[in-house]
């Protein structure tokens, strides 16, 4: 940025979000190097773990925004790592669900371990009301995100 471009004032809040997706970033990328995951099979995990449906290619060709040739690559270097498989969708037998292995996720589990319980303990020192506040918050937050994230 130079400075003739306009700045924005971030509110104090803000500012220790922008702080956090840092370090989530770096928490992130740690874990792929942990799990010897290169950035895009890593990303395609997380889509995977964290979507509320299971996910077909198709659809996670388009959360990672790559073609559907490139994403057969990753699907097809994951299934090979033994991190996921391909299901037949009981409802329509044509649609294939991607279905993270048991596996993989005992090992994402053993590496986020110390992490997750640091995070506990963090809202352990919050009383009930301090956690309601956080709670509400971060699911504001996320709805933004999400917003942001679906082109509304």
């Known amino acids: 940025m130079t400075d003739a471009e ?3 004032a971030a509110a ?5 979000l922008r ?4 370090a989530m970033g ?7 190097r942990r799990l010897r995951l290169i950035p895009t099979d890593l ?4 889509h995977l773990a964290s979507a509320q449906d299971l996910l077909g290619p198709t659809e996670l060709a388009g959360r990672l925004g790559l073609s559907p040739a490139a994403t057969t690559e990753v699907v097809d270097r994951l299934e090979r790592a033994g991190h996921l ?8 037998r044509r649609r294939i669900r991607l279905v993270t292995s048991a596996g993989a996720r005992a090992e994402v589990m ?3 371990g110390t992490l997750l319980d640091a995070l506990d303990a963090i809202a352990a020192d919050l009383d009930d009301d301090e956690r309601e506040v956080v709670r509400r ?4 937050v996320t709805a933004a995100y999400r917003d942001y994230g679906a082109d509304r």
Do not use: F, I, K, N
């Open 6 to 8: 306009p700045t924005r």
């Open 85 to 92: 498989v391909r299901d037949r969708d009981p409802g329509d």
């Open 19 to 22: 702080a956090l997706q840092a």
């Open 26 to 32: 770096d928490a992130q990328s740690a874990l792929g």
């Open 137 to 140: 918050y971060l699911e504001r």
């Open 110 to 112: 053993g590496q986020l």
């Open 12 to 16: 104090p809040e803000t500012l220790a």
């Open 43 to 46: 990303a395609a995990m997380s």
